[in-house]
């Protein structure tokens, strides 16, 4: 096959509306093979708002075992089945059979504390057949290997790296792993989800994902909203079939049923769709993650209100950042204040972009509000490029066909297995400047570490492939505001190089960072990184 590093047109942004017309015409019809779409469901046929939102339990140690490092000191140990179930994601669809984790998906939310570590035993319990198709033109999803397999990664926690989640490190039904989450980090948002190399995108939208809290003293003097007034919102995208199942999107071609990206109509937020929240006309904080494969998120309130920004991926910004839209990439976490006290009666509808989601019914009157939206946070203070030892210059490169069909997506055109080529040295600091080839923006994913977002600048993408060389076109642009905290997920976006100061703190070993769009990471948009040793 030929390829060619061209830059994506709308032709292919535009695939089904390409298939459908191909469907058409009859003389395309008989050349193509027939798209394996089943009957989808149309979601604007139901009725909204008649769900009220689940909220994810939290998870229940099971005893204590002794830490692996060090013997004499006992932490708490949980052990969460992943399992096939069936669950209601709207009051008048069937049951949609779904993976999860402890029987629910989201699986439940733990609530942990800084330097209180903690051991999971992920188990295996699926059965043995995979929900979804599986492309065994992937690397690493071949098909002697496995169809179910499983490894469960916390993304933005530093830990060491054989509990990190390594996505070869899989394991099959009846196995089962226990990892060691040290806490050693501030307060953050973290999440859990599957990792399995070539399968991940399909292993994540059967629903194995969860969140994770992590606490400490100085969020803890904020006098945040918490407790039943602290909701955690993890939204994604789904398609469902007819029957209510999962609808996962194939291509064309049975051989390669792989797709460049999935964006679904349905968003589940909590596992429903539409649901809605009761609430009391007073402060909530809501801990909103984006679980999505592929969509990108931009959330506002039907009333206009501005949502208090407080913290980014890793943590607490600065000082509370007054947002109108929350704009979330796959994997990036926004912690928000909102504010119901005026609109005491009302009802007030998350939306994404323009459409509804989900419906907040405010009370007419509620018990004394006490919490308070703090005028600044915690520091974050900004890392100094003076203690910057490399500098990596890295490439975001989608690999098309002659018709401008993606084949695959890379990070500086290597693949997964190749040589490692990334080593900082431990307690180092480094810049990433990702330089971005491709007409999309890719959310991309240090795992181990948390850092700081230097700039966006444009440059010339023709002369950078014709020289190898950056010749930038636009100005520099610092991150805005609301993401100019700690963050463990970058928006790349296209023809920008978006640089990064990164400390490699923690541990040393074999980590991974890749792009957070699932279909893109399965399809070699992932590579390993070692840190090594001074
Ligand atoms: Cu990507």
């Keep these: 096959m030929t390829l060619s590093f061209t830059r994506r047109t709308f032709l292919h942004r535009g695939g ?39 909220i994810p339990e939290i998870a229940k140690a099971s005893g204590f075992r002794p830490s692996p490092a060090d013997a004499s000191v006992k932490l708490p140990y949980f052990r969460i089945p992943m399992q096939q ?27 942990t504390r800084r330097g209180q570590g903690l051991l999971v035993e992920w188990a295996n319990e699926l059965p043995n057949t995979h929900l979804l198709t599986i492309d065994h033109s992937l690397h690493g999803a071949e098909s002697d290997k496995p169809d179910v397999r499983t490894v469960v990664h916390l993304h933005g926690a530093k830990v060491p790296p ?29 999440w859990y989800h599957d990792h399995a190399l070539g399968i991940n995108r399909l292993n994540v939208f059967a629903g194995l994902l969860g969140a994770f809290f992590l606490r400490d003293e100085v969020e803890d003097a904020l006098e945040l909203p918490r407790n039943k007034y602290e909701i955690p919102l993890a939204i994604y995208d789904r398609a469902f079939d007819l029957d209510g199942q999962l609808n996962y999107p194939v291509s064309a071609d049975p051989k390669k049923p792989w797709t460049p990206e999935v964006f679904c ?112 946070l915690r520091p974050v203070p900004k890392i100094p ?5 490399k500098t990596r210059a890295l490439s975001l490169v989608e690999v098309d066909d002659l018709i401008q069909r993606p084949v695959v997506m890379l990070l500086n055109n290597t693949h997964w297995n190749m040589p490692v080529s990334e080593s900082p040295v431990l307690d180092s600091t480094e810049i ?39 010749k930038f076109t636009g100005p520099v642009i610092p991150p805005e505001p609301a993401e100019a905290g700690w963050k463990d997920t970058v928006r790349a ?42």
């Design 16 to 54: 089904l509306a390409a298939m459908a017309a191909a469907l058409r015409s009859p003389s395309h019809a008989a050349q193509k093979p027939i798209p394996r779409f089943r009957t989808e469901l149309n979601i604007a046929t139901l009725a909204q708002f008649v769900d009220p939102l689940p």
């Design 85 to 111: 179930f069936e669950t209601k994601v709207h009051r008048d669809l069937k049951p949609t059979r779904m993976w999860g984790f402890g029987g629910t998906s989201p699986g439940p939310t733990f609530e």
């Design 162 to 190: 054989e509990s990190d989640g390594y996505p070869e490190n899989w394991f099959v039904p009846g196995k089962s792993v226990v990892y060691h989450y040290p806490n050693r980090q501030d307060a953050a948002m973290l």
């Design 265 to 376: 109509d349905a968003v589940l937020i909590n596992g429903k769709l539409f649901p809605y929240l009761e609430v009391e006309p007073r402060k909530y904080r809501f801990r909103i993650l984006n679980g999505a494969n592929a969509r990108f998120f931009h959330l506002t309130l039907s009333n206009n209100q501005v949502f208090q920004q407080i913290g980014t991926d890793q943590g607490l910004l600065p000082a509370p950042v007054p947002v109108t839209r929350v704009s979330l990439a796959p994997a990036e976490r926004a912690d928000v204040i909102v504010d119901f006290s005026g609109s005491r009666g009302e009802k007030v509808i998350l939306k994404n972009d323009y459409l509804n989601i989900m419906q907040f019914r405010v009370a007419a009157s509620g018990t004394n509000d006490t919490s308070v939206i703090p005028k600044t």
């Design 385 to 389: 490029e003076s203690a910057v030892v």
């Design 432 to 470: 990433w400047e990702l330089a971005n080839t491709t007409d999309d923006a890719h959310p991309i994913h240090l795992h181990l570490v948390r850092f700081q977002i230097l700039d966006r600048r444009s440059f010339d993408v023709s002369e950078y492939w014709m020289k190898n060389h950056v």
């Design 493 to 534: 976006d296209p023809g920008m190089v978006t640089r990064i100061i990164v400390r490699f703190e923690g541990y040393t070993g074999r980590y991974v960072w890749h792009c957070h769009i699932l279909e893109h990471e399965d399809n070699e948009m992932m590579r390993p990184f070692e840190v090594v040793a001074k």
